[in-house]
């Protein structure tokens, strides 16, 4: 696998997880990267997204404030920090790589990972 995702678990509501995306160097090198999540029933939806050098980002608008992504190059991962979590955040977290379209566009990025359930138990 090019992405893979870890981090995921159980956490109470109010908690604090941190997911990383390990990729390989060529998946990575110079790609935007993005992170996606689909909750049982739902349709997959973005989450946030990071340029290729960390400095710019971008969130989904119910999710600023609570959730970070950063990225370190030298490591060729992708974090996504998640604080406040609430029951809704239940979902599985998608890392994703090389986006064709808009950061937000799921159907653009070339790359993905497995996916990593993260459940919060109000």
């Known amino acids: 696998a090019q992405l893979v995702e870890s981090g995921g678990g159980l956490v109470q509501a109010g908690g604090s997880l941190r997911l990383s995306c390990a990729a390989s160097?060529?998946?990575?090198?110079?790609?935007?990267m993005g992170w996606f999540r689909q909750a049982p029933g739902k349709e997959r939806e973005f989450v946030a997204a990071i340029n290729w050098n960390g400095g710019s980002t971008v969130y989904k608008d119910s999710l600023k404030g609570r959730f970070t992504i950063s990225r370190d190059n030298a490591k060729n991962t992708v974090y996504l920090q998640m604080n406040s979590l609430q029951s809704e955040d239940t979902a599985v977290y998608y890392c994703?790589?090389?986006?064709?379209?808009?950061?937000?566009?799921?159907?653009?990025?070339?790359?993905w990972g497995q996916g990593t359930q993260v459940t919060v138990s109000s």
């Open positions: 994703a790589a090389d986006p064709r379209g808009g950061y937000d566009y799921s159907g653009g990025y070339k790359y």
């Open positions: 160097e060529r998946t990575i090198s110079g790609s935007a």
